[in-house]
């Protein structure tokens, strides 16, 4: 019996393998492990810092850069194609993608954090919070950013499978789809199921820390175990729903949710100060972006440990999680132009992010210094804790508890769709194809098991350190991505803007009588059927008999004779930017009948996959339709070689 899935088997089984290998090598020794693992990732963080800034920088350069560009107008996928997704639907998804159950916490702790150990101490509450919406804005969202937009661009321009070897079709072609496009996904499925299950991990500890906190769950581990299976038990249900549905409706409703969490708890602190420090936050934060986007603190070396510990870390942890939020960032992004993609993944989330840390941020630090003088500081590195003690002494602690209660475990349950989605998608041979349910609830199972073998016997640090020490490698992946990307984008533009040369036909006497004739006698709506049948569908298929028998190209034509409008579209796979397409549609068009009243008729009239201008055909017989369509295909492989030799 041949078992029903669309799992690529070396990719999927070499992956687990080394998996299992590595959680083998954790939990028999987890000390060891750790202590090994956590001196390679200081190795690299050391020797690599420089190139981890300077690479993000230099990210966020290049999509501005095709923001501003003429190329920003390319659609990520067909030009007459609308957006999948409605605004509010797709930054919802972005925001539960993006955000996780991290900043929840962490837009609490970080600020506190900086603020009692601060860099600059003659400004500790700015310098706080600016270090804080560093790390989480502009910066991170363009790692992934340019991931999401080259997985996008080549799945949906290109056609291809939204995957990570797609991104480097321009520069390898057909070599994508062997060994080298499994090595790849299989370096992004490892990072994707280690990133998934220590984030899983260690939101579990603080939630477990949060709800003894408050009293709703005793210090052992078999509340946690508990609450995670049913949690788990949930996502993998909303997961077989797919993204349109189940994850779309609960991320939109979190949304919803989590904005209201803010908006109370900015009316419940000092609103009028936060507003205040929210301006200066964002004046402060443009103006120091640039220098700080690449500062590696070689002239403050008694800072170089700060800077090893929070902003390598946060490079490295977006890097690690950059195919996982490409391919979901992708997904989601069908039909939207380049500019709209890279602003809206660029300016929306900072924003939002920029109003979160200050609200939490400012107010944590607030809260600190005048209701509970130091009372917090001890909690700094307990930060389930921290959010839960936070919002006691704010007005309507039950309410804002409660409501952050459920934000979390909204988080935790998209967290897992999130990576069942991810590891289905990296894991398959045809991304087109519909998994079958049991991929889903396996990859739900494998998540779930080592979530809670590592709560228990521990190891969650080293795998994290693994994850991170792949974060460099990735890197090295994503500046070949965005080489690719260029590339594609520049034949993409040069092709469609390209000059093709007029096609011309000699006409002999028999056809200029022809053409009069049908000037004078207006064609009517069967002779264009007629038309389409017998002359044009029989001449691209002898054409393309002849293509496939002698040159085994790749040649298919599509009819299609409803109206409004019927057209027949012959399509050559040349394995470059676009395929040949020489279309024949019925268009509608305006005449004078003898009586001189404008009346409409069908013309056949050419279509291209560029800016070559459509012109009627319905003269031709069969011979001459194919030699037409021969030098529109000639003109194509000249302008193609044109391109790609630029």
Known sequence: MKLNTTFNLPVVLTSLLFCALILALVLFDTQQALAALNQAKAYIFSRFSWFYVLSSALFLFFLIFLALSRYGDIKLGQDDEEAEFGFGSWFALLFTAGMGIGIIFLGVAEPLAHFLSPLAPEEVTRSALFHSIFHWSVSAWAIYGLIALAIAYFGFRYKLPLSLRSCFYPLFKQKIDG?????????????????????????????????????????????????????????????????????????????????????LILALAPTAYLLNAFTENIGFYLSSLIGSGFKTYVYEPHNAAWFSDWTVLYWAW?????????????????????????????????????????????????????????????LVNDVGKLLFTFLEYLPLTSLTQLMAFVIIVLFFITTIDFGIYILNNIASRDKSLVSPRWQAMMWGGIMAITTLVLLEIGGIDALQATMLIFSLPFVVLMLGMGVSLLKGVRMDYAYFHQKFNQTSLSWTPENWKTRLDQMINQTDEQDMFTFLKHIALPAMRELRQELIGRYELNVHI?????????????????????????????????????QEERTEILVPMTFFNHQEKSYDVEYFNKNQLIADILQQYENYLKSIQEIEAA
Not at 222 to 248: E, N, Y
Not at 560 to 589: A, R, T
Request: hydrophobic share 55%; glycine share 8%; net charge negative.
């Open 318 to 378: 977006w890097f690690s999680w950059a195919p996982a939020f490409g391919i979901f960032i992708a997904r989601i992004s069908r039909g939207r132009t380049i500019r709209e993609f890279i602003l809206g993944v660029l300016i929306v989330p900072s924003l939002f992010f920029i109003l979160w840390f200050t609200v939490f941020g400012n107010g944590v630090i607030w809260v600190n210094q005048y209701l509970a003088p130091e009372g917090l500081d001890s």
């Open 558 to 594: 599509e009819a299609q004779w409803e109206l409004p409008q019927p057209k027949l579209v012959f399509q050559i796979d040349s394995g470059s930017v676009h395929p040949f397409i020489y279309g024949i549609h019925l268009s509608l068009q305006e005449t004078l009948d003898e």
């Open 179 to 263: 060994k080298l496009g499994d090595l790849i996904d299989i370096l992004g499925l490892c990072t994707t199921l280690f990133g998934v299950v220590t984030t899983l991990a260690y939101s579990a500890i603080r939630v477990s820390s949060a709800l003894e906190s408050i009293g709703l769950l005793s210090p052992n581990q078999s509340g946690v175990s508990f609450i995670l299976i049913g949690v788990f038990v949930i996502a993998v249900l909303i997961s077989l729903q797919g993204i349109a549905k189940g994850f779309r409706i609960i991320s939109e409703f979190n949304l919803v949710l989590t904005i209201a969490f803010m908006l």
